[in-house]
C-alpha cells in the first residue's frame, strides 16, 4: 500500500482557549469528539502543526479535521504528500472535509 503523508496547519483567529483537535480517515468525526476522545490528535493554543503518515489503499479516500473551538474559528490547511487539497475556516460546529486520490 502506498504511504501518504498528511498534514493539518491551523491558527487561531479570535479564539485564545485551549483546544482539542481531531482527525479521522475515511469515516466522520462524530460531533463533540472531544468529549468522548475519539480521534483527537492533540490539544493546542493558538496554532496547530499535525503531520503523520498512513498506509492506503489505492482509489479514493477523505479525511476530517475538526476541533472545539466555540468562539472565533480556526484558519485550517489540509495538505495530502505536500498538497493543499483544502483550506477553509473550522469550529466546533463546522469541520473541513476534503477528498484526494491515491
Not at 34 to 48: D, M, N, P, S, Y
Not at 76 to 98: C, D, E, P, Q, Y
Amino acid at each position: 500500500m502506498p504511504l501518504v503523508k498528511l498534514e493539518v496547519l491551523a491558527k487561531a483567529v479570535g479564539d485564545y482557549y485551549m483546544r482539542y483537535h481531531g482527525l479521522a480517515v475515511d469515516r466522520d468525526l462524530p460531533p463533540r469528539f472531544w468529549e468522548k476522545h475519539v480521534g483527537v490528535i492533540a490539544q493546542t493554543f493558538f496554532r496547530l502543526c499535525y503531520a503523520t503518515r498512513l498506509n492506503l489503499a489505492p482509489g479514493r479516500h477523505y479525511v476530517v479535521y475538526g476541533n472545539s473551538c466555540g468562539k472565533g474559528y480556526w484558519d485550517s490547511i489540509i495538505k495530502v504528500n505536500g498538497r493543499i487539497i483544502a483550506r477553509g475556516k473550522v469550529t466546533a460546529s463546522r469541520f473541513l472535509k476534503a477528498e484526494f486520490t491515491v
